[in-house]
């Protein structure tokens, strides 16, 4: 069974740098909290060498409900960044603009599961859409945030996901993050 | 401030830091406005039956 990538077929199977050069989603970190933590930070990093990076959670909150913002290179002025939320929950439909930058929002003791794709834009803009699912069963419902910056960045070396109080992300929140090279 | 814990991982050379930090409160956004579609079909359909759209 082959591979497909663009512009080229691995029909044997065999994946050698020289194929993998065409592009590559590789996984760079898996955080899975063994403890109740306000922030998860990815240091490290560069996006002008990665591209692009996506992060994959699932978020379990404690006693109390949360906004989960996102900051890059350790930026954490929340006036900073600017969000726009589209929410569907059955027919009810909502939108909202933030001066913060959302990614989700998790309700008391609350199970939100979502992956956020995060950029530099070719304008050196940091950007980032977020999707989540919120609730299971009958209650099942859907947002999406998308995050931006109001000033330039030269790269993007660090990610931080974080909750709006102390420690409000519980044990097993887990935090996958993946860089896609191309 | 408050106290709350950090959790800082180096993708380039694994290291995993959790430590203790100042913390600074951050605002808890409120949710969305929402509007019913239902309603709005029933808007649309009576605003329809009274010759304004």
């Known amino acids: 069974m082959g591979m497909a990538m663009p512009g080229t077929w691995i029909p044997d199977g065999s994946v050698t740098p020289a194929k993998l050069a065409e592009g590559t989603m590789r996984m760079v970190a898996n955080e899975v909290l063994t403890g109740a933590a306000t922030t998860v930070s990815f240091t490290g990093l560069s996006i002008d060498t990665s591209k692009h990076y996506i992060l994959v959670y699932d978020l379990k909150t404690g006693a109390a409900g949360a906004n989960i913002f996102i900051f890059v290179n350790a930026d954490t002025t929340v006036t900073n960044y600017y969000s726009q939320l589209i929410d569907c929950d059955a027919a009810v439909l909502g939108g909202n603009r933030y001066n913060s930058p959302m990614v989700a929002w998790v309700n008391a003791n609350g199970r939100e599961s979502g992956f956020a794709h995060i950029f530099l834009g070719v304008d050196d803009y940091f950007r980032c859409i977020a999707q989540n699912q919120r609730y299971t069963g009958a209650s099942v419902r859907v947002t999406q945030y998308a995050t931006c910056k109001t000033g330039t960045t030269a790269d993007i070396t660090q990610i931080d996901i974080t909750s709006s109080a102390a420690n409000h992300l519980v044990a097993g929140s887990r935090f996958t993050l993946y860089e896609v090279d191309y | ?53």
């Open chain 2, 1 to 53: 401030m408050v106290k709350g814990t950090k959790v800082t991982v180096n993708v380039k050379t694994g290291q995993r830091i959790e430590e203790e930090v100042d913390i600074t409160p951050m605002p808890m956004e409120p949710e969305a406005p929402k509007v019913d579609i239902k309603d709005l079909v029933k808007l649309v359909a009576y605003a329809k039956a009274q010759g304004w759209i």
